[in-house]
């Protein structure tokens, strides 16, 4: 079992800056690619930015590439999501998830984290 806390959400105007944060607990933490998610009402969950076990490659959704950027700290057992220039379309309900075997079909979710950006 792993277990993921996210922390770090909170409520910023447009164009404003928030770090989530993401520790895990139990299994390797190297051994799982992590990403994170968001989920806003009334749509679907959409994966935000992933990186692999090393943090050599990343991914990010288009819309928030030259944005946010995701950075893990294996000795730390923890996972960064640094959100620039924050939109309000990038409210939502965000995720941390870990994957053993690929991060579109995780293994372990965090309990998420709220994000609100006002205009």
């Known amino acids: 079992q792993v277990q993921l806390v996210e922390s770090g959400g909170g409520l910023v105007q447009a164009g404003g800056s928030l770090r989530l944060s993401c520790v895990a607990s139990g299994r390797t933490f190297s051994n799982y690619a992590m990403g994170w998610f968001r989920q806003a009402p009334g749509k679907e969950r959409e994966l935000v930015a992933a990186?692999?076990?090393?943090?050599?490659?990343?991914y990010y959704l288009n819309s928030v590439k030259g944005r946010f950027t995701i950075s893990r700290d294996n000795a730390k057992n923890t996972v960064f999501l640094q959100m620039n220039s924050l939109k309000p379309e990038d409210t939502a309900l965000y995720y941390c998830a870990a994957g053993q075997s690929s991060i579109m079909t995780p293994d372990y979710w965090g309990q998420g984290t709220q994000v609100t950006v006002s205009s």
């Open positions: 990186t692999t076990w090393n943090g050599g490659t990343t």
